[in-house]
């Protein structure tokens, strides 16, 4: 079977759903890095990344698949970082929100900043909790920054179709990214 191999980031605000995503997802055990929350955040969460959680799944079959390798980066600020180390050789990138904490959708729009300045990638939105709070999702674009053309795919980050989809998505922008790629060199 030929494998390729994609390495994907998922990286969003604190308590946004990354470390939940690549656990759901991962056909491995998750690698994670969470430590007890020493700060203000603790009324959040409990427990936060502070380096990196890893993760892989596998699609397709037969002949041919593709392993993403899933890289989460922390969420806190003063972990940033990590996040120009491990977005070293990504194919794509994940940016979770946690659509139902204001605070959150604000954050993301600044991770976004960050990382379409380290590459120019394609990227996809996971809308976090955005099944439930359709309503949540209707500025979430402008909110963002990413226009008409950027790719909100609502999820759950706890329920694994969903998430797939998520990675689905980003799958799609990467082969359409690559699809150009020949079209933008003969100019």
């Known amino acids: 079977m030929d494998v390729t191999s994609v390495?994907?980031?998922?990286?969003?605000p604190f308590a946004a759903g990354k470390t939940t995503l690549i656990g759901t997802l991962s056909e491995i055990p998750l690698v994670s890095t969470e430590k007890p929350v020493t700060d203000e955040t603790r009324a959040t969460k409990e427990m936060t990344t502070v380096s990196m959680d890893f993760g892989k799944i596998t699609f397709g079959g037969g002949d041919a698949a593709v392993a993403?390798?899933?890289f989460g980066t922390p969420g806190q600020e003063r972990f940033d970082f990590m996040w120009e180390v491990l977005a070293r050789g990504m194919l794509g990138f994940v940016v979770m929100v946690d659509v139902t904490r204001e605070e959150c959708i604000d954050e993301g729009r600044s991770i976004i900043e960050y990382f379409r300045r380290l590459s120019t990638v394609p990227f996809v939105i996971g809308a976090n909790k955005g099944v439930d709070h359709p309503d949540r999702l209707k500025d979430l674009r402008m909110r963002l920054g990413i226009g008409d053309t950027g790719v909100v795919i609502p999820c759950e980050?706890?329920?694994?179709?969903?998430?797939?989809?998520?990675l689905l998505a980003l799958?799609?922008?990467v082969l359409n990214a690559l699809d150009d790629e020949p079209a933008a060199a003969a100019r």
């Open 7 to 12: 390495k994907v980031v998922v990286t969003g």
């Open 68 to 70: 993403l390798y899933l």
């Open 157 to 166: 980050a706890v329920n694994r179709d969903s998430a797939k989809e998520v």
């Open 171 to 173: 799958l799609y922008e």
